[in-house]
């Protein structure tokens, strides 16, 4: 009885401290509203005495800033984060089966060229193997030799000449298997390039099919940027297009082009990969470094583009910008409504509305009306 009292109470704390909460944020609400309707009745009643204190037939012109509107370039860029990498980037792993690794021949930070052995492997069962074949060939090849010379004089079968010929050749080529093997039985260097990882260690087992690679050597004699960009630009981005590369690490940034841009969309996160080859210079790129892939898919050498924060928004009449014109010799301010294109980098593209040569109103644009009379 007293556990469920307790339960009771609790339950009913919760939900008078959510009714609280609940409250409290409609207090807010209904106060906003009110200090917005305040807001607009003082502005009507200034507005009501400036007209009483000003003398009959003057009016007060109201002091703007004014920027005459050009056609200028404008260019809009997609802009997505991605890394860097060396043009080579290799997994190193056994070519064979593998095997335990015996000693490792290079450190992290090691230049090697391509065919280097890095490490080998324990190879004992396959020499001995080797061994017990070099004396199966030896005594198939006596025999062979013996068989032979009988052969020759018309003694014996074919047949017993056919199976030692055959025991021979097959003694030769498990020889020359195993030999391939043990040649295998060391990992090499498949690039020229530095040696980056060496997840392995002696003792332990390593194989062409184990997910962690034995060593991962880079070659940064040319490096690359790689990005995946979303698949709703999939129709934007292309081969060629330009890009602006901008390494943060290095407070850095080249432009380029895209050199690959993949025709495949990743369908677990819906991107495709973007490349752009970077430049041979002396900068120390190192890999999976940041690098913001600034990547043009519009440009317009002749729009007619302003700051995105001078586009007003009203309810019924849409988007729209002040401008100042003349009219009966009077500065006035005139309403504009306007058809933004795109936007970026704070700028939008205008394409209705405005000509080139009107006067966008800069600063103090947001408590005028239509009408008013002004001076710049």
């Known amino acids: 009885m007293i556990s469920n009292m307790k ?25 906003l509203l009110e200090l917005k309707k305040e807001h607009d009745k003082l502005s009507q009643e200034i507005v009501k005495l400036e007209k009483e204190l000003t003398p009959a037939n003057t009016v007060i012109a109201t002091k703007v800033n004014v920027s005459t509107l050009t056609k200028n370039l404008f ?46 492997l324990d190879a004992e069962v396959l020499k001995q193997q080797l061994k017990d074949l070099q004396n199966r060939l030896a005594f198939a090849t006596d025999i062979f030799n013996r068989q032979k010379i009988l052969w020759e004089q018309k003694i014996g079968s074919e047949v017993q000449y056919l199976k030692a010929k055959n025991d021979m050749e097959s003694a030769q080529n498990g020889i020359a298997t195993l030999e391939d093997q043990i040649k295998m039985s060391v990992i090499t260097s498949p690039i020229d390039g530095t040696v980056e990882d060496i997840p392995i260690k002696v003792g332990q087992m390593s194989s062409s099919a184990s997910p962690i690679p034995a060593f991962r050597v880079v070659n940064f004699s040319k490096a ?82 302003i700051p995105q924060h001078y586009i007003q928004t009203s309810r ?61």
């Open 75 to 120: 260019e809009h860029y997609i802009e997505v984060q991605g890394r860097i990498d060396g043009n080579e980037n290799i997994a190193v792993s056994p070519r064979n089966q593998g095997g335990v690794v015996t000693r490792i021949l290079v450190h992290e930070g090691d230049a090697v060229t391509k065919g280097q052995v890095l490490a080998e």
């Open 224 to 305: 690359k940027a790689l990005a995946d960009v979303g698949e709703a630009y999939s129709s934007k981005v292309k081969t060629g297009d330009q890009v602006k590369v901008f390494m943060p690490d290095l407070n850095q940034e080249v432009e380029q082009r895209v050199t690959f841009a993949s025709k495949y969309i990743n369908p677990v996160n819906r991107t495709f990969l973007v490349e752009v080859a970077l430049p041979v210079s002396n900068l120390i790129y190192r890999a999976n470094m940041i690098a913001v892939l600034k990547i043009k898919d519009y440009s317009n050498p002749n729009a007619l583009s």
């Open 316 to 376: 019924d009449e849409g988007q729209f910008v002040f401008v100042a014109v003349e009219e009966n010799g009077k500065k006035i301010v005139q309403k504009r409504t306007v058809i933004p294109f795109i936007s970026f980098n704070g700028l939008t593209e205008i394409v209705g509305g405005l000509n080139e040569g009107d006067k966008i109103i800069t600063a103090g644009y947001k408590d005028l009306y239509q009408g008013q009379v002004i001076d710049f």
């Open 7 to 31: 339960r009771f109470f609790f339950l009913a704390g919760i939900i008078l401290f959510l009714v609280a909460c609940s409250s409290k944020e409609g207090d807010k609400k209904a106060k």
